[in-house]
T-cell receptor, first 114, second 116 residues
């Protein structure tokens, strides 16, 4: 079991550029979550997949954000036209139905928008 | 709507002393409760969970927590802390019986600083 893997670990970009993050969940997990965490805060829910279906999106997720999980395995989170306010840690978690939704987290991708 | 309140933003404590990190939640349905720990520049690691059954749950690294339904609390305790316990601790809740999306609602975190 390799755990949840996120790539890249760090991303520095200029305002206005597009960025894409990848999350590889634990292999047998059917649920996948994206959260965002800013300094000194707890994580905030962004979006949720069950298998390949995106079932809920937070109002925090503006039109510039899009997430996919095309084959129900890995997921990508894309941010278009990045803004300085997008600077945060983006966390991915996975879980499966039989464990009461115990979510296992990756190490996160830290985004810095200059 | 669910919410989680961690009553202390920072808790300084001396090594080998006991510690309690407080967490209260609000929810109109049954809940699952979690404590996670986050070390600097790392992801979130599950410390312990309450899903059902015994209200006293034990986790990793000697931590335990007690679910108190009447007080809607889930306080985290450790009888003797180590320097290595210095980290950010997050309490989280998800609804146990509501639909498919069991997103976690988080507290703001408690920074535990263990001093020698």
């Amino acid at each position: 079991d390799t755990g949840v893997s996120q790539d890249p670990r760090h991303k520095i970009t200029k305002r206005g550029q597009n960025v894409t993050f990848r999350c590889d969940p634990i292999s047998e997990h059917n649920r996948l979550y994206w959260y965002r965490q800013t300094l000194g805060q707890g994580p905030e829910f962004l979006t949720y997949f069950q298998n390949e279906a995106q079932l809920e999106k937070s109002r925090l997720l503006s039109d510039r954000f899009s997430a996919e999980r095309p084959k129900g395995s890995f997921s990508t989170l894309e941010i278009q036209r990045t803004e300085q306010g997008d600077s945060a840690m983006y966390l991915c978690a996975s879980s499966w139905d039989r464990e009461g939704n115990i979510q296992y987290f990756g190490a996160g991708t830290r985004l810095s928008v200059l | 709507a669910q919410s989680v309140t961690q009553l202390d933003s920072q808790v300084p404590v001396f090594e080998e002393a006991p510690v309690e990190l407080r967490c209260n939640y609000s929810s109109s349905v049954s809940v699952y409760l979690f404590w996670y720990v986050q070390y600097p520049n790392q992801g979130l690691q599950l410390l312990l969970k309450y899903l059902s059954g015994s209200t006293l749950v034990k986790g990793i690294n000697g931590f335990e927590a007690e679910f108190n339904k009447s007080q809607t609390s889930f306080h985290l305790r450790k009888p003797s802390v180590h320097i290595s316990d210095t980290a950010e601790y997050f309490c989280a809740v998800s609804e146990g019986n509501a639909g498919n999306n069991r997103k976690l609602i988080w507290g703001l975190g408690t920074s535990l600083a263990v001093n020698p």
